[in-house]
């Protein structure tokens, strides 16, 4: 019952990976989703942001305005680390109970934690690996403007509010590099699925 980590910074192709490797039949759990999930309205979590950054980070439907919470944290890393502590240790719940119903489904199955933020999170949980999907700074800037419109600043901004390359690929038993085709991304995913499988 392999339990996998999968991460990378923002347009490392890390999303690319996690689709090949569910195609072949890995169990997918993405952090993201989870995140979304304990943040939504009526949930502890969110009342607990509420609480602790304002009611205007609040939309008037009750969902959280990521936008407006965003803007009151990024750059400021003491706030940064209170909104942590409210997420993720729901975050890390959350994901356990998953991870465990999968098992429990299927006791052989290969399961893939999907978590841009592992070496901010949780990078000493017993992962049987860790995979990292790794492109140089300036082709996922790059990327970020011709997928996402960003203006290149505000690119190398996002990109320079994630931990750095060298502690994230400190972490890696895998690191699958991105930064060539598509496919190359593909066939290197496919060759560790076969690893994987063995």
């Given at each position: 019952?392999?339990?996998?980590?999968?991460?990378?910074?923002?347009?490392?192709?890390?999303?690319?990976?996690?689709?090949?490797?569910?195609?072949?039949?890995?169990?997918?759990?993405?952090?993201?989703?989870?995140?979304?999930?304990?943040?939504?309205?009526?949930?502890?979590?969110?009342?607990?942001?509420?609480?602790?950054?304002?009611?205007?980070?609040?939309?008037?439907?009750?969902?959280?305005?990521?936008?407006?919470?965003?803007?009151?944290?990024?750059?400021?890393?003491?706030?940064?680390?209170?909104?942590?502590?409210?997420?993720?240790?729901?975050?890390r719940a959350q994901s356990q109970r998953r991870?465990?119903?999968?098992?429990?489904?299927?006791?052989?199955?290969?399961?893939?934690?999907?978590?841009?933020?592992?070496?901010?999170?949780?990078?000493?949980?017993?992962?049987?690996?860790?995979?990292?999907?790794?492109?140089?700074?300036?082709?996922?800037?790059?990327?970020?403007?011709?997928?996402?419109?960003?203006?290149?600043?505000?690119?190398?901004?996002?990109?320079?509010?994630?931990?750095?390359?060298?502690?994230?690929?400190?972490?890696?038993?895998?690191?699958?590099?991105?930064?060539?085709?598509?496919?190359?991304?593909?066939?290197?995913?496919?060759?560790?699925?076969?690893?994987?499988?063995?």
């Amino acid at each position: 019952m392999p339990l996998i980590a999968l991460t990378g910074g923002i347009a490392s192709g890390k999303s690319t990976i996690a689709a090949r490797l569910a195609e072949h039949g890995a169990v997918i759990v993405d952090a993201d989703a989870i995140v979304r999930d304990v943040q939504a309205p009526g949930s502890p979590v969110l009342a607990a942001i509420a609480a602790e950054f304002g009611a205007d980070v609040l939309r008037p439907d009750g969902a959280l305005d990521r936008a407006e919470l965003g803007r009151r944290v990024f750059g400021n890393p003491e706030r940064l680390s209170r909104l942590n502590a409210l997420v993720h240790p729901a975050v890390r719940a959350q994901s356990q109970r998953r991870f465990a119903a999968a098992f429990a489904r299927d006791p052989a199955a290969v399961v893939v934690y999907d978590v841009p933020l592992l070496a901010e999170a949780r990078a000493h949980d017993p992962w049987e690996l860790v995979v990292v999907a790794h492109a140089p700074a300036d082709v996922r800037a790059e990327r970020l403007v011709r997928r996402r419109g960003m203006t290149r600043e505000d690119a190398l901004a996002r990109i320079g509010s994630q931990v750095g390359d060298d502690e994230r690929l400190r972490l890696a038993d895998v690191v699958i590099d991105t930064s060539g085709t598509i496919e190359d991304t593909l066939r290197r995913t496919d060759e560790l699925w076969e690893r994987l499988s063995a």
